[in-house]
């Protein structure tokens, strides 16, 4: 049985998408304007379509998998299931007002006209806030709509903040933080929970560095304090006498805290290395 994956045709998260499955071992070709693609290693197509479309096509059983922004999810709010969180595309779904705007808090958008191209989930964060507001649903160009005066505020996405900046936008308050998903249909196959265990392995091996250094014996005690590895590191004597050499895993955004530590306590060679993929 063939698994469909649908994925991004153009977009911030389309070329992320697209190396994550490569990374996991998937091989295969694209093209522009190609729609669907197969698998050369394994049984699954991939559906090449609009990241809004993602989720109703996977609810539907379309797709049995599919990989998408959580907003887009929580917009259409559809029953699906989130296998794994993919740590690219991060974003946040933020309100914002212009900066001449009397609006400083969460209670002062009470009764305003908020633009948005997610009109369902500013509604439901606001009225879980108790807080009536006005969606002004819209397409495209959400940040004009207070030049417009067609809205007093807006609930947008954001990624560096420098769109709402140049257009003259103060940002308020978080709707919601967005990153890409890995989302499935339920009843999954096996071919389906083979690719979310890849997906969870290249995700996780991406956090992480592999270390290796040459340290002498009685140093090994302090080498496993300032790096223990997932379990313990693993230690290999060295044809030197009293010198043994060390191979851990550490966490990416650590490595340039534990680098002059473990130089400082006798460490050389150190080598540090991508991980292709990691199961904890």
Request: negative net charge.
């Amino acid at each position: 049985m063939t698994v469909r994956l649908a994925l991004p045709n153009k977009g911030r998260l389309e070329q992320p998408a697209i190396d994550l499955l490569r990374q996991s071992g998937m091989s295969f070709e694209t093209a522009d304007r190609t729609l669907a693609v197969p698998v050369r290693n394994m049984p699954v197509e991939l559906l090449f379509v609009r990241a809004d479309d993602i989720p109703e096509l996977v609810a539907d059983g379309v797709a049995e998998l599919g990989i998408t922004g959580r907003d887009l999810v929580e917009e259409v709010g559809l029953q699906v299931e989130v296998l794994t969180a993919l740590g690219f595309g991060r974003c946040r779904l933020t309100a914002a007002v212009p900066e001449r705007s009397p609006i400083t808090n969460l209670e002062a958008f009470t009764g305003a006209r908020v633009a948005t191209s997610h009109p369902r989930t500013a509604q439901r964060f606001f009225d879980d806030k108790g807080i009536a507001i006005t969606p002004v649903p819209l397409h495209g160009s959400v940040e004009v709509a207070p030049k417009l005066d067609v809205a007093d505020a807006i609930v947008d996405l954001v990624s560096s903040g420098s769109t709402m900046m140049i257009n003259g936008l103060r940002p308020v308050v978080t709707v919601l933080e967005s990153e890409a998903l890995l989302i499935g249909s339920g009843g999954r196959s096996s071919v389906a929970g083979s690719i979310a265990t890849m997906a969870q392995a290249v995700v996780a091996a991406r956090r992480k560095r592999y270390m290796l250094m040459n340290a002498p014996a009685d140093r090994v005690a302090e080498i496993e304090r300032i790096i223990p590895g997932i379990e313990a590191p693993s230690v290999v004597p060295l044809a030197h006498n009293g010198m043994v050499a060390v191979h851990s895993v550490v966490d990416a955004d650590d490595v340039w805290q534990v680098l002059p530590e473990l130089e400082g306590i006798g460490a050389s060679g150190i080598l540090v290395l991508p991980i292709q993929q990691m199961i904890p």
